[in-house]
T-cell receptor, first 114, second 116 residues
Framework: GQQVMQIPQYQHVQEGEDFTTYCNSS?????IQWYKQRPGGHPVFLIQ?????EVKKQKRLTFQFGEAKKNSSLHITATQTTDVGTYFC??????????????FGKGTKLSVIP | DTGVSQDPRHKITKRGQNVTFRCDPI?????LYWYRQTLGQGPEFLTY????????KSRLLSDRFSAERPKGSFSTLEIQRTEQGDSAMYLC??????????????FGPGTRLTVL
C-alpha cells in the first residue's frame, strides 16, 4: 500500500533559525496536504498542493510539491515559539476509483528554544 | 462554534466493554472521515462516508469496529469488545466534497480512548 515517509522525526532549533521538513511518497500523489498539530491538540489544515512543482507561501511558511508529485517540503523562515508543534504531510493517491483515503506521514516534531 | 465536534472527549473503559463515539461534522460538509492516532504517529485512516454511504474502509478496521452515518449528518463509531490495543485518539474530519479531488479535511478535537 501507499507509504508516506517524513523526515526528520524531531527538530530542535533556536528561535530565529530556519526549519525544513521533507515528505516522500512511495506512489504518485493527486495532491498533498500539510497539517500542524499542537501538543494536546488536533491536526489543523495548513495548505494543499495540487500541481506539479507548485510552490505556495503563507507568511514565513513555504510549501513545495515536487515535479514528480511524490515529494514535498515545508520550510519555516525565522522560527518563533508559536511554531512549536508537529507538522504532518498527508498524501492523496491517484486512484481511478476516486479514493479519498489520505495517508499521513509520522510527522516532524518541532521544538523552538527561546 | 461551527467546527467539527466530537463527544465524548475522553473515554476510559475496561477491556471487553463496548464504546460508542459521536462526531458532528461542519453542517454543509457531505464527507466524513474517521481516523485513529496513537502517540508519535500520524492519523491513520479508518473509514469514510459520502453522505450516508460508507464508501471506504481501511484494513485496520476489524470486525469489532462499525461506523454509521444514518442521515448523512452526524456519525457514530462503535468498538465492540474493546482491547488494550484500541487505546488511541479517535479523530473525525469532514470535508465539503469537491469533485476534483482537492478536498480539504477539517478535524475535530478527537476522543481519547483508554482501555484498561
Amino acid at each position: 500500500g501507499q507509504q508516506v515517509m517524513q523526515i526528520p522525526q524531531y527538530q530542535h532549533v533556536q528561535e530565529g533559525e530556519d526549519f525544513t521538513t521533507y515528505c516522500n511518497s512511495s506512489t504518485t500523489l493527486s495532491n498533498i496536504q500539510w497539517y500542524k498539530q499542537r501538543p494536546g491538540g488536533h491536526p489543523v489544515f495548513l495548505i494543499q498542493l495540487v500541481k506539479s512543482g507548485e510552490v505556495k507561501k503563507q507568511k514565513r511558511l513555504t510549501f513545495q510539491f515536487g515535479e514528480a508529485k511524490k515529494n514535498s517540503s515545508l520550510h519555516i523562515t525565522a522560527t518563533q515559539t508559536t511554531d512549536v508543534g508537529t507538522y504532518f504531510c498527508a498524501g492523496l493517491p491517484y486512484s481511478g476509483a476516486g479514493s479519498y483515503q489520505l495517508t499521513f506521514g509520522k510527522g516532524t516534531k518541532l521544538s523552538v528554544i527561546p | 462554534d461551527t467546527g467539527v465536534s466530537q463527544d465524548p472527549r475522553h473515554k476510559i473503559t475496561k477491556r471487553g466493554q463496548n464504546v460508542t463515539f459521536r462526531c458532528d461534522p461542519i453542517s454543509e460538509h457531505n464527507r466524513l472521515y474517521w481516523y485513529r492516532q496513537t502517540l508519535g504517529q500520524g492519523p491513520e485512516f479508518l473509514t469514510y462516508f459520502q453522505n450516508e454511504a460508507q464508501l471506504e474502509k481501511s484494513r485496520l478496521l476489524s470486525d469489532r469496529f462499525s461506523a454509521e452515518r444514518p442521515k448523512g449528518s452526524f456519525s457514530t463509531l462503535e468498538i465492540q469488545r474493546t482491547e488494550q490495543g484500541d487505546s488511541a485518539m479517535y479523530l473525525c474530519a469532514s470535508s465539503l466534497g469537491a469533485g476534483d479531488g482537492t478536498d480539504t479535511q477539517y478535524f475535530g478535537p478527537g476522543t481519547r480512548l483508554t482501555v484498561l
